[in-house]
């Protein structure tokens, strides 16, 4: 491996000297995935800007981020993958392409360095404002004091459901001073006790058995 981006380190020179100047775009054509990971990562180590990465559709960008994981390691790709077309086994997958998105949204929008790979349906995905998105991400601290009635109206007009009973990502329900929240980007739901208006304990359920797994002092909770 050392080797080989030796050599592309020697062949891309007048490429990476051009990634060094802010929005540049650089096109890598007639390559598999193998080497266009392999030249991603060599432009990384050049530019201290974030990379995007786009391919023409979306099982070669799924392709390309599967290999730069296995070169760059999961903390440092990030994936925005959009529905090309809808049928009952694209809506299957849709939830997992959602909590994608918005993980990715959150990297770029909290300055964490990284490549982003995405396919043209998603580079021409309209979005809301950076800003909107940023003041939309909610984090939540034990023993800190929240209005909790704006807490509700912030989840529902971040487009979360309000239900009797959390069992599915995007909802939350109410329960006297517990709000249960189930954000796309947690692999469980959140429980939120309040003692008034003071946040008395945190924990992640199981939404099957509704029993506690563990408690946290500390829980971001983004838009849906």
Do not use: W
């Amino acid at each position: 491996m050392d080797n080989i981006v030796h050599c592309i380190d020697g062949i891309m020179a007048f490429d990476k000297e051009k990634l060094k100047n802010e929005n540049e775009r650089i096109l890598i054509n007639n390559v598999n995935e193998n080497l266009a990971a392999v030249l991603i990562s060599s432009f990384l180590n050049t530019t201290k800007q974030n990379m995007l990465v786009v391919t023409a559709n979306l099982f070669q960008a799924q392709k390309t981020y599967d290999k730069l994981v296995q070169v760059l390691g999961e903390e440092h790709v990030y994936f925005f993958p959009m529905d090309e077309f809808i049928s009952a086994e694209m809506l299957a997958s849709s939830s997992e392409f959602r909590k994608e998105r918005i993980n990715t949204a959150v990297a770029v929008t909290t300055g964490k360095r990284c490549v982003i790979v995405t396919h043209t349906i998603g580079l021409v995905r309209k979005l809301i404002p950076k800003d909107v998105f940023i003041n939309s991400i909610k984090i939540i601290r034990k023993n800190e004091e929240y209005d909790f009635s704006g807490l509700v109206r912030h989840f529902f007009h971040t487009g979360y459901n309000r239900v009797d009973v959390v069992e599915n990502q995007g909802e939350f329900a109410l329960r006297g001073g517990i709000i249960d929240i189930y954000p796309f980007t947690a692999d469980s739901p959140y429980r939120i006790e309040f003692f008034d208006n003071s946040v008395e304990s945190i924990r992640v359920f199981s939404e099957k058995t509704q029993k506690t797994i563990r408690a946290l002092d500390e829980i971001m909770i983004t838009p849906n």
